[in-house]
């Protein structure tokens, strides 16, 4: 389930073997009715994310697909089939003044950035090990854009790019042994409340490695991108 960013739309998808149920259900949330079925995908769709501006809505699934549609009319903008090697779990819209662009993570150990008039891969950073979570930072750090990435191992990396450029790099990495202090820490990742402890601490130890594809369990807290030093970090990498 995904809200939009305007708070008009909810989006829901659900467990899907057959793509007559692979769908997209929208509610207007000033009627709270069903608008829009949308259909696109062959299974089970893991992921949505909308532009910041509400324009269009992107999902990823099982079938290794992403789908583009248009929210004005709710129609297929462009698919990409096999945009992956492996099942996308992740999918997150840049902000608009890095311009059209979204970020794809993929258990086959890459992450793949889409842009352009006609919507192309402009950008493929490979991993050592599965990916299972992304996410762009919803501002620009000076002319920056930052893309966090959660693998299966535990670890985390940070993508850096300039405005401008097709070039995303990892400008920084998190192991499975480090520690974050409180609750704000990287947008994307969903940490179990019962792996905080009394002070806040996240009770990371041998579980770190399970944390990234927690989204079953529940109650969960959001975490934010807010902790990281991106300006400090910008300075000394993008100098």
Known sequence: MST??????????????????AVIRVFDTTTYSECAILKAHGLTITKLSWADDDSFLVSVGRDRQWTIFETTEWKVVKSMGKAHARIIWDVSVAPIEFGKAFVTGSRDKSVKIWGGEKWECISTVKFPEAVTSCSFLHELVGDLAFIAVGMENGKMYILGCEKGSEHFRVVKTFDERFVFKGD????GLRIPRRLLDCRGD???????????????????????????????????IFQ
């Open 4 to 21: 939009s960013n305007s708070g008009k739309f909810i989006a829901s998808t659900c467990k899907s073997s057959t793509p007559d149920n």
């Open 184 to 187: 704000e820490l990287i947008v």
């Open 202 to 236: 996240l009770a990371l130890e041998r579980e770190f490695g399970n944390l990234l594809r927690v989204e079953m369990i529940v109650p969960c807290v959001y975490i934010k991108f807010s902790s990281i030093p991106w300006r400090r970090m910008a300075d000394e």
